[in-house]
């Protein structure tokens, strides 16, 4: 639905002509009234019928009770003349920052293909508020975790990544027991596995790494002169699951063999965006995709259990073969404890 401005314009007027008690107004009044100021901004005037329906949604949508007394001579005028639409409460800098912000969302991401659910209900809440629509339950829920102690970092790293400032981070990874410095050039923001991690430069490292959010243990803005990325965030994930990208490893020629049941599913949610099917009978399909074989891949396929089967490469397919050996290893044993207990 696009941003009718003039109908915020035409709400602005009626609300004063409602509140007016030196003057009583009928529909050919508050006509005269909108299309005066509509005339004042440039913009184009409406018709009776218009204005008639405009005093329809604000009484039918928003609530407003007119003084019963005049309703039935066809004048309108607030029961209370305190009252003020809700809708208006934008102040007008801060209102035309929302429609900017509209357009600007509306511009940048009309393209299907490059919709996503949150972008569509950033849109869409935008342009109720701007609507003066009101927005009191509940619709959407998005995935997040309000447990994630990286959250209270979000802010100060996307900051920082906007305005181009480098900063110096602690950072403790599990695997150590004290924190280690580094001065990074933050580039960008990404959530995996409910997760954040921020990929930057490092000066005391070649190439990007990335931090997950809940390891900083603090962050200081530095002066040091900014150092941009040379590489393309649109792309840098192509060719990898999850967030860990390494550019030593090769991409290899993914092969695996999906059941009939499970198939409909990967194929609606690919590994990648090259994935491609080689064949299929009843029972199986066979599917094929290039891809860096990172931890994130293995915990994907080992997530399918026996729906799917590696079948290259072979270094893959005995990664996994391995793990599922461990864990039949694990249970089996389990097994034999409960045996011995009873």
Known sequence: MPIDKNKILRYQVLNRC????SQLYRIGDLLKCCNNKLKQNNSSTVSRRTVQLDVLTLRETFGVE???????????RYADVTTSLSLLELAAPDESALYKTINYLRKNYSDVENQNPQWLWMLTTLQAIADGRSLRDEYVSFENNSAFQGNVHFSKLFESILNHRPITLEYRPFTQSHNTTYHAHPYFLKQYNSRWFLFAGVDEHEGIMNFALDRIR???QC?????????DFDHYFDDVTGVSVNDQMPIEKIKLKVSSERYPYIDTKPFNKKHYELSHDSHFYVISFPMRVNNELVSKLLSYGSDVEVLQPESLRQRIAETVEKMSQNYSSAQKDCAKKE
């Open 18 to 21: 409602f509140q007016d008690t």
């Open 66 to 76: 007119f003084d019963p007394e005049l309703l039935k001579q066809h004048y309108y």
């Open 218 to 220: 603090s962050i200081r």
């Open 223 to 231: 002066r040091r002169p900014f150092r941009k990325p040379t590489v």
